[in-house]
DNA sequence: GCCAAGCACTAAGATATCTAAGCAAATTCG
DNA sequence: CGAATTTGCTTAGATATCTTAGTGCTTGGC
């Protein structure tokens, strides 16, 4: 019987997710680690990277690292906001807006790869017990 | 609605496990990298890389890195197997031996607040889906 | 026995992530 | 108003992880 963890196995899950995306988003020069702030952006432009850091849920050092290299291949522009001049405002660039057609299929095709097999019952509750788990560690992981 | 991706939910549940367990084990001089290789080798001493590798889930570069930290703290030790001089058989120090008693209860501490509220049922069923999410990536992921 | 193929590990270099500490702009408050 | 605090971002340095490309040992076919 292997009795693994629960951190062990959302851990391992994790690395196969970022392999997955990796192996697809890599002729686009785009890694995992900028997916998600293009996802938030694609959502939502001209956050500021305190909000960009919040909604993908990386410090904030991180989110200056992935900016950097989504800056690098020409994804995004950064805007000092002049009403605040402490806040720096991300926008997409016309590249990146018109990528946004070929990189979500990849995304909605690795999550189909992953869940095949699961009803739709089942999904819900995967988000339902990870949710749970989420806001459990939040609260006490400090 | 947030509608967020099962790719998402995991990933951000692993990185606030892998909070938790770096605050709780850093007074004990141990990263959440060496933890699962320490893990492993609890269960079963002597293992080559390879198979730690295996065992762990990482590529073998990341066993190299981790096994470097993990000997540099005096917790391994690497034997070069007389019989097939290309292996290497990891065995634990006295000290990382000693140590077990003391840092498996912050894994059950760690794992029992994340799954805290969860019935036993829920439980199996996380494992159960993680599993089936793992195995379709394993298969299609390459 | 020789050599080509395969196997176990390592090196190099990139990305991803964290904590701790610092800087500069904005706000608060005496 | 001016000093102290807070806020938003950055830097520095460590760990974690990957891919690609070696190095050296073993084995299997001839």
């Given at each position: 019987?292997?009795?693994?963890?629960?951190?062990?196995?959302?851990?391992?899950?994790?690395?196969?997710?970022?392999?997955?995306?990796?192996?697809?988003?890599?002729?686009?020069?785009?890694?995992?680690?900028?997916?998600?702030?293009?996802?938030?952006?694609?959502?939502e432009?001209?956050?500021?990277?305190?909000?960009?850091?919040?909604r993908?849920?990386?410090?904030?050092?991180?989110?200056?690292?992935?900016?950097?290299l989504?800056?690098?291949?020409?994804?995004?522009?950064?805007?000092?906001?002049?009403?605040?001049?402490?806040?720096?405002?991300?926008?997409l660039?016309?590249?990146?807006?018109?990528?946004?057609?070929?990189?979500?299929?990849?995304?909605?095709?690795?999550?189909?790869?992953?869940?095949?097999g699961?009803s739709?019952?089942?999904?819900?509750?995967?988000?339902?017990?990870?949710?749970?788990?989420?806001?459990?560690?939040?609260?006490?992981g400090?």
């Amino acid at each position: 019987m292997p009795c693994r963890s629960a951190g062990y196995l959302v851990r391992d899950t994790h690395l196969l997710f970022a392999k997955a995306l990796r192996n697809r988003l890599q002729e686009h020069q785009i890694t995992p680690g900028q997916w998600y702030f293009l996802r938030a952006l694609w959502e939502e432009e001209g956050l500021s990277q305190r909000e960009l850091s919040r909604r993908v849920g990386t410090t904030e050092p991180t989110t200056v690292s992935a900016l950097r290299l989504l800056a690098r291949n020409a994804m995004i522009e950064r805007v000092r906001n002049p009403k605040d001049r402490r806040t720096i405002n991300i926008f997409l660039t016309d590249k990146a807006r018109a990528m946004k057609g070929d990189l979500m299929p990849i995304a909605l095709d690795v999550n189909d790869i992953a869940t095949a097999g699961l009803s739709e019952l089942e999904f819900e509750q995967l988000r339902a017990l990870l949710g749970k788990i989420r806001s459990n560690l939040v609260n006490t992981g400090l």
